[in-house]
């Protein structure tokens, strides 16, 4: 009995719930194993029963009085200095500031937030939410690029009434083949795939300065026949184009500032790329030497093959503008995973802060009856707190980047992750909590100087407290017309509406039964009485006739949502063009099904002229409008 006490305290100290509820209401203990592997992998041992109690950050809300154990002195980011007689200063400003303690060995980092993410008053408005891989035009290098965004958004913004415009992740991939599929197995949140670039939108990118770049082009375009993406085949279509145009590259002010203002970072993620060229294989098989980034052979690769590093620096840079070009057409809402491939540039990075040999997942739900395991390492809490949350911050701001909104994917875990052990299955694993008051006050605090606002993904597994928290720190919410027993009218305002996401069925999938068969095909032993409730639901509420066809109930399933009061409405594009496979089928790999790689059954161009997102767009625009007005 006492060691079970003892262990409690341990598991309790360091955020590990004995414990938890899932999305159906059950209770589960996680096995021991899964304990034992979890302290392990914390890097705990019998004789510590804590995380250190060492300070290195201090976190509040502008305007607090907070006591200090001693008098000091603050340097401000602007580097003026003002002093602190064992309180804080009540008028510091926000943002990220060093506190020197008299008698204190080393200063620690003060970070002042507002308290609360960036809304705009009055906000109501309705968009996309597209898979920019799957939007093609006849133009597109078999994947939808920022050329293509461009395009949809001027069309949605000017044509269509939307304001806003939800993006999957962009997040950059490792630049080897075979390229990854999932936008959500980046491996950098940091920064972008040079896939998404629109080569023809590159200066110098002309048949005089690229002899062959017609040729490129014309493979490129004949990609388009095939709706599935042949990712790597683009990916060396497009890298022949730029290798030939950075030849070229003759140098420029605006590069040189870009690399300047990213300079560390922007560094490290270019050699990281330049080091996955040279051995084509993920960073832990890498010569021992290159396997931690501050060691002085990385320095002198990074050296030796410097004009390599600063092509994928350029490709960033590019990234960069074309992003910044797509955003003056509308607002964007970019995407942020939960987590990073762990043979990425991140992991590598920041190998020191990642857990290993755990990954996140989550319980069983209503739609992933086995639960889910991303395969993505956690941050360990204590440790991402021991360096200033620095990380954390890296990739909140890069996420903010030339856009107007942020949704964060499966925002519980700034509360907790659901950590499973390498080798147990994803039903066996234990939540790990994290500091959510100060991860959602750096989150306001970036918001804030971004100037844009934040949707929080809160579906599956979720505690009461967390909706809580995200509604004071001004999160908005999601509501999911798959999910929700109430009508759209019932929603709460802060909130962003939708009838489904990614790893969800179409309407049309959901409508005909070709998801459901799917899913039986794959054995994933799909939840049936909650589907059939789901489409009864659909037929009640929007009043159809279950012999209704399937652009009858797409249209039907958004006049219903429009009557949501939510401040942000969107519609999937795959709905627009009455597709029914999901966009990712949960608990497969790309050899069972092909996650993230169909594109749109028709090009933009096409979808720009069909009567199906018109109408979608006119009940939507409606109520938006009316809202306004009112």
Not at 348 to 357: I, M, P, T, Y
Not at 541 to 548: E, I, K, N
């Amino acid at each position: 009995m006492a060691g079970q006490i003892e262990q409690k305290r341990r598991t309790n100290a360091w955020g590990i719930d004995l414990n938890y509820q899932d999305a159906l209401g059950n209770w589960h203990k996680p096995p021991q194993t899964t304990i034992d592997a979890i302290l392990n992998a914390i890097g705990t041992d019998d004789g510590d029963s804590k995380p250190p109690q060492r300070d290195s950050v201090l976190i509040v809300r502008a305007g607090s009085r907070r006591k200090l154990p001693a008098s000091g002195s603050i340097v401000l980011e602007t580097g003026e200095t003002v002093s602190a007689h064992l309180r804080l200063p009540p008028d510091l400003p926000t943002g990220y500031h060093q506190l020197q303690l008299d008698g204190g060995s080393s200063p620690l980092r003060l970070i002042v937030s507002p308290g609360k993410c960036w809304l705009p008053k009055g906000l109501k408005t309705w968009g996309w939410a597209v898979q920019l891989y799957a939007a093609r035009s006849w133009e597109s290098w078999g994947i939808g690029d920022l050329g293509d965004l461009a395009r949809l958004a001027r069309w949605s913004a000017e044509e269509l009434g939307a304001r806003m415009m939800m993006l999957n992740p962009l997040s950059a991939a490792a630049p080897t083949i075979p390229q990854q599929a999932s936008p959500y197995y980046p491996a950098s949140r940091r920064f972008f795939n040079p896939l998404w670039l629109n080569i023809e939108w590159i200066s110098g990118a002309t048949a005089e300065k690229v002899p062959h770049l017609e040729e490129l082009a014309r493979a490129g375009k004949a990609l388009n026949r095939d709706r599935f993406i042949h990712r790597d085949t683009v990916f060396k279509l497009k890298m022949d184009a730029l290798e030939t145009l950075w030849r070229e590259f003759s140098g420029d002010k605006e590069f040189d500032r870009y690399c300047g203002e990213h300079a560390g970072d922007l560094d490290r993620f270019a050699t990281f790329c330049t080091l996955a060229e040279q051995y084509r294989c993920g960073w832990h098989e890498w010569p021992e030497e290159y396997r931690h980034p501050n060691s002085g052979s990385v320095a002198e690769f990074a050296r030796e093959n410097r004009r390599r590093v600063q092509f994928h620096k350029w490709l960033q840079w590019l990234l960069d503008l074309q992003l910044q070009r797509c955003s003056k057409e509308i607002a964007l809402v970019q995407d942020l995973p939960i987590g990073v491939d762990p043979d990425g540039a991140d992991a590598w990075a920041w190998q020191d802060v990642f857990a290993k040999k755990i990954s996140v997942g989550a319980p069983p739900d209503r739609f992933n009856t086995q639960g889910q395991n991303w395969g993505l390492p956690p941050f360990l809490p204590h440790k991402l707190r021991a360096v200033g949350y620095e990380p954390f911050i890296q990739t909140i701001r890069a996420a903010f980047r030339h856009c107007g909104g942020l949704r964060i994917d499966h925002v519980m875990g700034l509360f907790r992750l659901f950590w499973i052990p390498t080798g147990a299955a994803a039903t066996e694993g234990a939540y790990v909590r994290y500091d959510s008051h100060e991860m959602l006050a750096i989150l306001a605090l970036e918001s804030q100087r971004a100037g844009a606002y934040v949707v929080g993904e809160d579906l599956g597994t979720v505690e009461e407290e967390a909706h809580k928290k995200l509604a004071q720190y001004g999160l908005l919410s999601y509501r999911l017309l798959w999910f929700e027993k109430d009508p759209p009218s019932d929603y709460p305002c802060n909130t962003l509406a939708a009838v489904t996401t990614h790893d969800l069925p179409t309407v049309a999938g959901l409508w005909s039964g070709s998801d459901l068969k799917r899913q039986r095909e794959l054995h994933l032993n799909p939840n049936e009485e909650s589907t059939a409730e789901i489409r009864d639901r659909l037929i009640s509420m929007a009043q159809l006739s279950p012999q209704a066809a399937a652009a009858d109930a797409i249209i039907g399933a958004y006049r219903l949502l429009a009557g949501a009061p939510s401040r942000i409405v969107t519609a999937a594009l795959e709905d627009a063009a009455g597709v029914e496979e999901r966009p990712n089928m949960p608990a497969t790999m790309e050899d069972q099904n092909p996650n993230w790689s169909l594109a749109l059954p028709k090009p933009i161009e096409d979808l720009m002229s069909s009567e199906l997102p018109m109408q979608i767009a006119s009940a939507l625009r409606r109520n938006a409008s009316s809202t306004q007005r009112a």
